[in-house]
């Protein structure tokens, strides 16, 4: 019976080591393709690293070059060039050091009231009284502390009469009601006319504008009242034929001005803010000829920043 003993012993040494042997290779396989992993992550991490700052080099020269060509039309975005540079400057201008490539120049053709001076007037101690025009410098004013008692239509009568304005009840009021609520205010912007220029007699709207000026300085004694000119339409609008046109514009804009200049108050030529060269407002200033874009109402809002 030894003999059978001996016999399975060893086939029992045999399969350990089979065992043993096939763990090792299973081990050896494990650690080398976890060794390639990392090898080949290795790389990789170099490649993309090398890449992304070859790229922002040739991007950062490409755009000094270009800038450095035109004006900007914009402070946010550098202007295109109006000519493709050769391949001997773009080699050239990648192969020199940041403080040799050219600067850009500085624009020259911002709009002036493209952007305020005083960046910190949050206009916290202002209110504005108007129409539909002063309803868009509400909707894209970016000053939240400014107070706004204004309606689509509103005119220089019906905001004693109309009940247009939000109360600080939820209740809806005239302006006189808004203005009785006791807020005193350091600024008061009054812009009203253009619902008004096809009345038949302006005397009738410088007897309500007086009445409103007294009434501001009955709830707000300090205040500075600033007398506004009414905006000027476009050329397009002003073909139109009916009483919203640049002349009539105009024409109450000296009632106004004189009215400010006899009664106290500040006259405050916001249409030179936003009038060209023809005293009209630009086609591209609005899509109705009367009530202005974002971005003319930021230059209404900015020449009242910089004058006020």
Same mark, same amino acid.
């Given at each position: 019976?030894?003999? =059978?003993?001996?016999?399975? !012993? $060893? ?31 290795? $790389? ?42 050769? !391949? *001997? ?19 020259? *053709? ?6 305020? =001076? ?9 209110? #504005?009284? @108007? ?13 939240? =502390?400014?107070? #706004? ?11 004693? +009469? ?21 807020? =005193? ?7 009203? @006319?253009?619902?008004?220029? @096809? ?22 004694? *300090?205040?500075?009242?600033? !007398? +506004? ?13 009916? !009483?919203?046109?640049? &002349? ?13 200049? &006899? ?19 630009? &086609? +591209? ?9 974002? &971005?003319?109402? $930021? ?10």
């Amino acid at each position: 019976m030894r003999p =059978k003993t001996d016999k399975n !012993a $060893k086939q029992r040494s045999r399969v350990r080591l089979h065992q043993s042997l096939f763990t090792l290779c299973c081990f050896v396989c494990v650690v080398f393709a976890v060794g390639w992993m990392i090898h080949s992550a290795g $790389k990789r991490t170099v490649f993309f690293t090398f890449s992304s700052a070859d790229s922002s080099s040739r991007n950062s020269s490409s755009t000094a070059s270009n800038s450095s060509s035109l004006p900007q039309s914009d402070s946010s975005s550098s202007a295109d060039s109006s000519s493709v540079p050769s !391949a *001997d400057s773009s080699d050239s201008s990648e192969s020199s050091s940041a403080s040799d490539q050219p600067q850009p120049d500085t624009p020259t *053709d911002l709009h002036p009231y493209s952007a305020p =001076k005083d960046l910190n007037d949050e206009l916290d101690d202002a209110l #504005f009284i @108007g129409d539909s025009r002063t309803v868009g410098l509400y909707n894209n004013c970016d000053r939240p =502390k400014a107070t #706004f008692y204004c309606s689509i239509g509103l005119n220089i009568q019906t905001c004693f +009469e109309t009940q247009s304005i939000r109360l600080d009840n939820g209740n809806m009021g005239t302006v006189e009601d808004a203005l009785a609520q006791g807020h =005193k205010f350091g600024r008061v912007y009054i812009n009203f @006319g253009t619902n008004e220029m @096809g009345w038949p007699y302006y005397d009738s709207f410088i007897q309500y504008y007086a009445r409103l000026v007294q009434t501001i300085r009955q709830y707000s004694p *300090d205040a500075k009242i600033y !007398a +506004e000119s009414i905006l000027p339409v476009t050329g397009s609008r002003a073909m139109q034929g009916d !009483a919203i046109n640049n &002349e009539n514009v105009r024409t109450l804009n000296e009632y106004i001005q004189r009215f400010a200049n &006899e009664n106290g108050c500040v006259y405050l030529a916001c249409d030179s803010a936003v009038a060209d060269d023809n005293g009209q407002l630009p &086609e +591209e200033a609005s899509t109705d000829g009367v009530h202005l874009s974002i &971005e003319y109402c $930021k230059y209404w809002l900015n020449y009242i920043i910089d004058n006020t």
